[in-house]
């Protein structure tokens, strides 16, 4: 195999190299563009053909809005998305912090079991965090499903904050304990501004994952008008029959926000990624 790569012009492995990343990209691109197409059809030619439409129907978007009701699944899926990146950056940070730069006793312990959360998924824990949320009285509220995606997005957060706190260099702190300011007022004002990278990556991640949650909003909502996007599209996908083409278009336009958080925060979603990889 090495002769034979050897013996191949340079310019042809180029060529074949871009020849993969293309049909690698395609294999990606390839369900978004045949969910774009459904959107476009009308229900009865859903299934007869891939790609090919001689008349595109944009009223799909429109009807879908009116027919799942997205103003209000927008504004619950806003509403828990948005409380839960905060709360959760504001939590997983200063834990990165304080695992990266404070040492007590048994900080590494702790920060192990912490850890153990990004290997527990949600469906080991639905029956307990069901029962708690009933004890609490938050049954059937969103604060319900904002408690649990802070509770699955702490600890890989915190992974990801302890890495990129880690590289930061001891001379910038002890510069600032010197001048007088006191742990607290360091992480504020000098490990969180040179955190940017760090705070983009999480984000992006935690709204992929908060605004796509299917499984918690499922068993914690009953009440329809606080349901999620996931969950108000899901509720119309019936046993007998389905709008697939409403159902497309929703999915569109439910994506419509990541596309847009992500482009906002790709340089350094990118950057934060390569840091983390060498700091990590």
């Known amino acids: 195999m090495a002769l034979l790569h050897r013996r191949i012009h340079p310019k042809a492995r180029k060529m074949l190299g871009l020849l993969g990343v293309a049909l690698i990209c395609l294999v990606f691109i390839f369900p978004v563009l045949w969910i774009l ?3 476009l059809r009308l229900e009865k030619d859903v299934f007869s053909t891939t790609f090919a439409m ?3 129907h944009f009223e799909n978007y429109l009807e879908a809005w009116n027919t799942f009701n997205f103003s209000d699944l927008f504004i619950n899926s806003i509403l828990v998305t ?3 990146i905060v709360v959760t950056l504001m939590f997983s940070s200063l834990a990165g912090y304080g695992f990266a730069k404070l040492k007590y006793n048994n900080s590494n312990s702790i920060y192990i079991v912490l850890l153990t959360g990004v290997m527990i998924p949600q469906a080991g824990i639905l029956i307990p965090f069901f029962l708690l949320m009933r004890l609490m009285g938050l049954y ?7 408690i649990s995606c802070v509770a699955f997005g702490i600890p890989l ?4 904050f302890r890495g990129f706190f880690s590289g930061l260099a001891e001379e910038l ?3 600032a304990r010197v001048d007088g300011c006191n742990e607290l007022r360091i992480f504020w004002c000098v490990g969180l501004p040179l955190c940017k990278s760090a705070i983009a990556t999480s984000t992006i991640m935690l709204f992929v994952t908060n605004w796509n949650d299917y499984l918690m909003p499922l068993i914690l909502l009953r009440d329809t008008k606080k349901y999620t996007l996931p969950l108000g599209i899901a509720r119309y996908i019936g046993q007998w029959e ?3 083409n409403l ?3 929703g999915v569109i336009l439910s994506a419509m926000p990541i596309t847009v958080v992500y482009l906002a925060f790709q340089k350094q979603f990118v950057k934060g990624l390569t840091e983390g990889a060498v700091k990590g």
Do not use: K, M
């Open 173 to 175: 702190l002890e510069a």
């Open 242 to 244: 389905s709008p697939w």
């Open 157 to 160: 957060s915190v992974l990801l």
């Open 54 to 56: 001689s008349n595109p």
């Open 247 to 249: 159902v497309a278009a």
């Open 140 to 146: 059937n509220t969103l604060l319900s499903v904002v």
């Open 82 to 84: 948005g409380i839960s």
């Open 37 to 39: 197409s459904v959107s």
